[in-house]
T-cell receptor
Framework: SQTIHQWPATLVQPVGSPLSLECTVEGTSNPNLYWYRQAAGRGLQLLFYSVGIGQISSEVPQNLSASRPQDRQFILSSKKLLLSDSGFYLC??????????????FGDGTRLSIL | DAKTTQPNSMESNEEEPVHLPCNHSTISGTDYIHWYRQLPSQGPEYVIHGLTSNVNNRMASLAIAEDRKSSTLILHRATLRDAAVYYCILRDNVGSGAGSYQLTFGKGTKLSVIP
């Protein structure tokens, strides 16, 4: 069966520090991968998605970036964190079948607090 | 994605069946009905999806009205672990582009399970 791992679960970082969140998927090949942010009491905001190695689409201009160095690895990064980057970050995957509306399967999330 | 309407909250006794309704009167012929749930401090969890016929999986059943303007998520025996916010969303399975990957949740139904 497929599993998704996301770490760390919580992170406290000072303003201006770098960030690296990692997500890996097991049990499937060539998945679509996603990074979302969920602010408290609000919906999901799609930050990045990837349909293959090295292919990253950005949905929201910001100081975050994403990379997919391997088929089942997705990394969210920042060179300098802002206070507004605080939130609940979620990685997800879906099967890369035709029809973009495949179910998405989420990791447990990283709660990021910027001080 | 087309709009759905759900009750804000529902209560159920433990080990009783739960029927969570969703109205989607503007559904189009290519819209799939998806259900997700989110437990406190966790990422969303895919529950089930369907197009026209009723669907069953290990988590729940999905009953779809003949005219497809409403559907009901059925949890056969509610447990305390089922207490979550349940989201009903429509996903158009045609089309492509960035917007097709974004999951957009409404307010959902907050299900409370009483021991």
């Amino acid at each position: 069966s497929q599993t998704i791992h996301q770490w760390p679960a919580t992170l406290v970082q000072p303003v201006g520090s770098p960030l690296s969140l990692e997500c890996t998927v097991e049990g499937t090949s060539n998945p679509n991968l996603y990074w979302y942010r969920q602010a408290a009491g609000r919906g999901l905001q799609l930050l990045f998605y990837s349909v293959g190695i090295g292919q990253i689409s950005s949905e929201v201009p910001q100081n975050l970036s994403a990379s997919r160095p391997q088929d089942r690895q997705f990394i969210l990064s920042s060179k300098k964190l802002l206070l507004s980057d605080s939130g609940f970050y979620l990685c997800a995957w879906s099967a890369s079948l035709t029809g973009a509306r495949q179910p998405q399967h989420f990791g447990d999330g990283t709660r990021l607090s910027i001080l | 994605d087309a709009k759905t309407t759900q009750p804000n909250s529902m209560e159920s006794n433990e080990e009783e069946p739960v029927h969570l309704p969703c109205n989607h009167s503007t559904i189009s012929g290519t819209d799939y009905i998806h259900w997700y749930r989110q437990l406190p401090s966790q990422g969303p969890e895919y529950v089930i999806h369907g197009l026209t016929s009723n669907v069953n999986n290990r988590m729940a059943s999905l009953a779809i009205a003949e005219d497809r303007k409403s559907s009901t998520l059925i949890l056969h025996r509610a447990t305390l672990r089922d207490a979550a916010v349940y989201y009903c969303i429509l996903r158009d399975n045609v089309g492509s582009g960035a917007g097709s990957y974004q999951l957009t949740f409404g307010k959902g139904t907050k299900l409370s399970v009483i021991p």
